[in-house]
């Protein structure tokens, strides 16, 4: 399986934008880009994913680069109740293929 | 949206003891489903693929004795944590996806053995 690297923790001031990385230099071609993040002591809860071009909904946007070997979760308007470990995982295309975790982001909001 | 039921959301159970978590897709048909656990600060482990028909796929290291699962029709997978121990003490969580899209999740459930 394809790894992802995350920074282990960060900081962000309510209503201000996020932007969490993940690097993925051995991303290959089939691999979905996908986000998650999990709440203490709930399950995870999807966010976004893509493949090559940069994705767009109600919780956030994700960029994607052009050689695919990074992308960066972008929150608008960070608040409180995004507190959350967020995860970047690579998957193959299919509903069969497993999700594996990697360590996450923290991400800590201030008020 | 897709969801994920899961249940129960907490058990405290006796060592030696057996116990069983079920995991319902309500809305959509689930072929495949996944078993993970998660201990305190650790990210999730994959622990088992869950096949509709057919036995589970279990990762490297997780005992298919110990944990048993059965996915006995498209909307249902079960895991049994047989005689459970201390060690078993664990957030189990399941997940089923759709196609391409992002998988979802149950809400957990937190094993106590005592």
């Known amino acids: 399986d394809a790894k992802t690297t995350q920074p282990n923790s960060m900081e962000s001031n309510e209503e201000e934008p996020v932007h969490l990385p993940c690097n993925h230099s051995t991303i290959s071609g089939t691999d979905y880009i996908h986000w998650y993040r999990q709440l203490p002591s709930q399950g995870p809860e999807y966010v976004i994913h893509?493949?090559?071009s940069n994705v767009n909904n109600r919780m956030a946007s994700l960029a994607i680069a052009e050689d695919r070997k990074s992308s960066t979760l972008i929150l608008h308007r960070a608040t409180l109740r995004d507190a959350a470990v967020y995860y970047c995982i690579l998957r193959s295309g299919g509903a069969t293929n497993k999700l594996i975790f990697g360590t996450g982001t923290l991400l800590a909001v201030q008020p | 949206g897709a969801v994920v039921s899961q249940h129960p959301s907490r058990v405290i159970c006796k060592s030696g003891t057996s116990v069983k978590i079920e995991c319902r897709s309500l809305d959509f048909q689930a072929t495949t489903m996944f078993w993970y656990r998660q201990f305190p600060k650790q990210s999730l482990m994959l622990m088992a693929t869950?096949?509709?028909?057919?036995?589970?796929?279990?990762e490297q290291g997780v005992e298919k004795d110990k944990f048993l699962i059965n996915h006995a029709s498209l909307t249902l997978s079960t895991l049994t944590v047989t005689s459970a121990h201390p060690e078993d003490s664990s957030f189990y969580i399941c997940?089923?996806?759709?196609?391409?899209?992002?998988?979802?999740f149950g809400s957990g459930t937190r094993l106590t053995v005592v």
């Open positions: 997940s089923a996806g759709q196609g391409s899209s992002g998988y979802t």
């Open positions: 869950s096949n509709e028909g057919s036995k589970a796929t279990y």
């Open positions: 893509g493949l090559t």
